[in-house]
């Protein structure tokens, strides 16, 4: 693999390749790692470089004129190798059946392949991100090696729901950094192009094939990529920000013919649905907190929840929705102390600073015990002391036209418009949290657990929308479709209409479900790569790109 920064290059140098993948996230070098070590030569351009960088994250900046984001955008999206695997938290799930149906109750729902079909693309994306067994239901008791509970939810109206948690292979306490030692270190067929902004995406005169990138740095050094294929894998907002701006020669955009570029943008709309007692959480923190699962490999966490029955969601035509614990430790949680106190022993050795956490180790061994008992005997985490227990909710959104990216007035330093997202919340995800949090009182209250306070903004009439915030999983503003006219890309990722060009990412779910995108996110860029190699390249018949032109400029 051989790095180049566009900046030590010579200006408008051209370079020629078989596969251009724009952007070095979960998708594009998912993609790329499908292709390492093949005849097929490989370039990755990178807007970022291999350090953090403040001037290339404002051009993540946005205009919003929709319901507020609340999160900052410059610091949920990351323009660096590794993309936005660089800060992720790696919790990862893959999306229900009911995901990929069509229902009455949800307009333009339904996508053009089957969840079955994803299936061994997910365990494929499993073992890419360091996750144990595919598996998500209640077959996951007996491989915890812990009896079902006792305490069961009524079926008919909500189901277990569980998500797990990535692990980088050599550092077994962080989820994966793609851009971390995820491809294999030799691979002389893989170029990357970092501090490489797309400004323009051209297209012969009418619009049906493309044919080259423009790139430029933020000092205005530009070169040009031009390749047999191309996959943009820029994220949510980016993938129909850099359609829309690629205007010059078909005005409305590319792949724009039928005005879907843009539309349709979702998110998962977070909320608190109450709160629990934190002296009186101990059973529902037995019951919906952390599992392990150990292999051979390492020990892999999960986290239990609670969602919606798919019948509960047919019957009351409801969104897919989700709830878990969110734990927030106290000051003098005994474990987190230990865990402080190996640390600072080991860097800086015995200290009169350390004197809070060694009494709250000594004024509750009871608690250690009790923890001890449950790592070495239930094989599970030790239950938190906790300041404050919250009853979060993932919802997904409806699919929406008029939720959408456009292009801002604005302009950022390299003189590209903003992108502008009106996004939309409607009553149907607070209907659908409202009958969640109540189904959760009643079930909890029957099986004797701990029942949550619930939030008061949940029958509020006025300023509910704000209780929803973002979770920074922008989807569905180049969704798949199997016309044109209902969407962007094809069942196979490709632009429709336009031969060549073809998107990655989270951008192209029709519907996103409750659960966090990466998981589906690298299971759909190996299926595309699989695509690419058997139908597009012809594999053993591919001509590899002429390298003469980038080598007598200088670059890799």
Same mark, same amino acid.
């Given at each position: 693999?051989?790095?180049?920064?566009?900046?030590?290059?010579?200006?408008?140098?051209?370079?020629?390749?078989?596969?251009?993948?724009?952007?070095?996230?979960?998708? !594009?070098?998912?993609?790329?790692?499908?292709?390492?070590?093949?005849?097929?030569?490989?370039?990755?351009?990178?807007?970022?470089?291999?350090?953090?960088?403040?001037?290339?994250?404002?051009?993540?900046?946005? *205009?919003?004129? !929709?319901?507020?984001?609340?999160?900052?955008?410059?610091?949920? &999206?990351?323009?660096?190798?590794?993309?936005?695997?660089?800060?992720?938290?790696?919790?990862?799930?893959?999306?229900? *059946?009911?995901?990929?149906?069509?229902?009455?109750?949800?307009?333009?729902?339904?996508?053009?392949?089957? &969840?079955?079909?994803?299936?061994?693309?997910?365990?494929?994306?499993?073992?890419?991100? !360091?996750?144990?067994?595919?598996?998500?239901?209640?077959?996951?008791?007996?491989?915890?090696?812990?009896?079902?509970?006792?305490?069961?939810?009524?079926?008919?109206?909500?189901?277990?729901?569980?998500?797990?948690?990535?692990?980088?292979?050599?550092?077994?306490?962080?989820?994966?950094?793609?851009?971390?030692?995820?491809?294999?270190?030799?691979?002389?067929?893989?170029?990357?192009?970092?501090?490489?902004?797309?400004?323009?995406?051209?297209?012969?005169?009418?619009?049906?094939?493309?044919?080259?990138?423009?790139?430029?740095?933020?000092?205005?050094?530009?070169?040009?990529?031009?390749?047999?294929?191309?996959?943009?894998?820029?994220?949510?907002?980016?993938?129909?920000?850099?359609?829309?701006?690629?205007?010059?020669?078909?005005?409305?955009?590319?792949?724009?013919?039928?005005?879907?570029?843009?539309?349709?943008?979702?998110?998962?709309?977070?909320?608190?649905? !109450?709160?629990?007692?934190?002296?009186?959480?101990?059973?529902?923190?037995?019951?919906?907190?952390?599992?392990?699962?150990?292999?051979?490999?390492?020990?892999?966490?999960?986290?239990?929840?609670?969602?919606?029955?798919?019948?509960?969601?047919?019957?009351?035509?409801?969104?897919?929705?989700?709830?878990?614990?969110?734990?927030?430790?106290?000051?003098?949680?005994?474990?987190?102390?230990?865990?402080?106190?190996?640390?600072?022993?080991?860097?800086?050795?015995?200290?009169?600073?350390?004197?809070?956490?060694?009494?709250?180790?000594?004024?509750?061994?009871?608690?250690?015990?009790?923890?001890?008992?449950?790592?070495?005997?239930?094989?599970?985490?030790?239950?938190?002391?906790?300041? &404050?227990?919250?009853?979060?909710?993932?919802?997904?959104?409806?699919?929406?036209?008029?939720?959408?990216?456009?292009?801002?007035?604005?302009?950022?330093?390299?003189?590209?418009?903003?992108?502008?997202?009106?996004?939309?919340?409607?009553?149907?995800?607070?209907?659908?949290?409202? &009958?969640?949090?109540?189904?959760?009182?009643?079930?909890?209250?029957?099986?004797?657990?701990?029942?949550?306070?619930?939030?008061?903004?949940?029958?509020?009439?006025?300023?509910?929308?704000?209780?929803?915030?973002?979770?920074?999983?922008?989807?569905?503003?180049?969704?798949?479709?199997?016309?044109?006219?209902?969407?962007?890309?094809?069942?196979?990722?490709?632009?429709?209409?336009?031969?060549?060009?073809?998107?990655?990412?989270?951008?192209?779910?029709?519907?996103?479900?409750?659960?966090?995108?990466?998981?589906?996110?690298?299971?759909?860029?190996?299926?595309?790569?699989?695509?690419?190699?058997?139908?597009?390249?012809?594999?053993?018949?591919?001509?590899?790109?002429?390298?003469?032109?980038?080598?007598?400029?200088?670059?890799?």
């Amino acid at each position: 693999m051989k790095f180049s920064d566009l900046n030590q290059l010579e200006n408008d140098v051209v370079i020629e390749t078989d596969l251009c993948i724009v952007g070095s996230g979960p998708a !594009g070098l998912s993609i790329a790692k499908e292709f390492a070590n093949t005849n097929i030569q490989v370039w990755i351009i990178e807007s970022g470089g291999l350090k953090e960088d403040a001037d290339t994250q404002t051009l993540y900046a946005i *205009e919003s004129i !929709g319901v507020p984001r609340v999160m900052q955008q410059e610091i949920l &999206r990351y323009r660096i190798w590794g993309g936005t695997s660089h800060i992720w938290t790696g919790r990862c799930a893959p999306f229900d *059946e009911i995901d990929f149906q069509h229902r009455d109750w949800v307009p333009y729902s339904g996508w053009p392949i089957s &969840r079955h079909e994803l299936n061994p693309y997910l365990e494929r994306a499993s073992y890419n991100l !360091g996750l144990g067994p595919n598996c998500y239901d209640e077959r996951l008791w007996k491989q915890f090696g812990v009896q079902r509970p006792r305490l069961t939810l009524d079926p008919t109206l909500l189901k277990s729901a569980f998500w797990q948690f990535s692990k980088h292979p050599n550092t077994p306490n962080e989820p994966t950094r793609f851009g971390r030692g995820f491809l294999p270190p030799i691979a002389d067929n893989i170029h990357v192009l970092l501090h490489a902004n797309v400004t323009h995406i051209n297209t012969n005169s009418v619009g049906k094939q493309v044919q080259s990138i423009e790139v430029s740095t933020l000092h205005h050094k530009r070169a040009q990529i031009k390749a047999k294929a191309f996959v943009l894998c820029c994220g949510g907002i980016e993938n129909a920000r850099l359609l829309l701006a690629s205007n010059r020669y078909i005005p409305n955009g590319v792949g724009n013919h039928y005005d879907r570029v843009g539309r349709f943008l979702m998110d998962h709309a977070g909320c608190v649905l !109450g709160t629990f007692n934190p002296r009186r959480s101990a059973a529902v923190q037995n019951l919906f907190g952390h599992y392990w699962l150990d292999d051979a490999q390492k020990r892999h966490v999960y986290l239990h929840g609670v969602a919606l029955s798919p019948a509960l969601q047919a019957k009351e035509q409801l969104l897919n929705c989700a709830a878990y614990l969110e734990v927030f430790p106290a000051l003098n949680e005994p474990w987190q102390a230990i865990m402080r106190l190996t640390k600072s022993i080991k860097q800086t050795g015995l200290s009169r600073s350390l004197y809070p956490d060694t009494l709250a180790v000594a004024s509750q061994l009871p608690d250690i015990a009790h923890g001890l008992y449950r790592r070495k005997v239930k094989h599970r985490p030790p239950i938190t002391k906790a300041d &404050r227990i919250e009853l979060w909710c993932l919802t997904e959104q409806p699919p929406d036209p008029d939720s959408r990216v456009t292009l801002s007035d604005q302009k950022d330093a390299l003189g590209m418009p903003l992108s502008k997202l009106n996004w939309k919340i409607s009553n149907q995800e607070r209907r659908s949290v409202q &009958r969640l949090s109540h189904l959760i009182v009643q079930e909890f209250q029957r099986l004797g657990l701990p029942q949550p306070d619930l939030a008061d903004w949940l029958n509020a009439d006025d300023n509910w929308q704000s209780h929803f915030i973002e979770r920074a999983h922008p989807t569905g503003t180049t969704r798949m479709s199997a016309i044109p006219q209902d969407g962007v890309v094809d069942a196979n990722c490709q632009v429709h209409g336009v031969e060549g060009l073809f998107i990655a990412g989270s951008s192209i779910f029709p519907t996103a479900g409750h659960a966090n995108p990466t998981l589906m996110i690298v299971a759909m860029a190996i299926r595309l790569a699989d695509r690419l190699k058997s139908h597009h390249f012809n594999s053993p018949l591919v001509e590899v790109g002429d390298w003469a032109t980038a080598e007598k400029s200088g670059v890799g």
